[in-house]
């Protein structure tokens, strides 16, 4: 079954940097258009940015244009997300999903999920 295992995450001060990775398995990795979402606590999942399965096209979140860049490497059946300029308010648990839907922006779109990996942006 598909498997995506999430990492890079952790403490970083504001105006730091971070890169997460997305490790997939079960499946034809090249053929799956991939998101980034985040949830902080008491909040609702948040998209963050999109990349299609060859990485031809991308979409990103007003609030992280520009700070984030989502790229992928399908030798490697992995995604990232290079954050930079990172915020308090990016703090959050970041997830990767594989989309299913006709739609980019909402959970309901994407089908698999990680477990999540926790960016913490503190002083």
């Known amino acids: 079954q598909v498997q995506l295992v999430e990492s890079g995450g952790g403490l970083v001060q504001p105006g730091g940097s971070l890169r997460l990775s997305c490790a997939a398995s079960?499946?034809?990795?090249?053929?799956?258009?991939m998101a980034w979402f985040r949830q902080a606590p008491g909040q609702e999942y948040e998209f963050v940015a999109f990349?299609?399965?060859?990485?031809?096209?991308?979409y990103y979140a007003d609030s992280v244009q520009g700070r984030f860049a989502s790229s992928r490497n399908n030798a490697k059946n992995t995604v990232y997300l290079q954050m930079n300029s990172l915020k308090a308010e990016d703090t959050a648990v970041y997830y990767c999903?594989?989309?299913?839907?006709?739609?980019?922006?909402?959970?309901?779109?994407?089908?698999?999920w990680g477990q999540g990996t926790q960016v913490t942006v503190s002083s």
């Open positions: 079960g499946g034809t990795f090249s053929n799956w258009d």
């Open positions: 999903a594989v989309r299913a839907g006709s739609g980019y922006y909402q959970p309901t779109d994407y089908q698999y």
């Open positions: 990349i299609s399965y060859n990485g031809g096209r991308t």
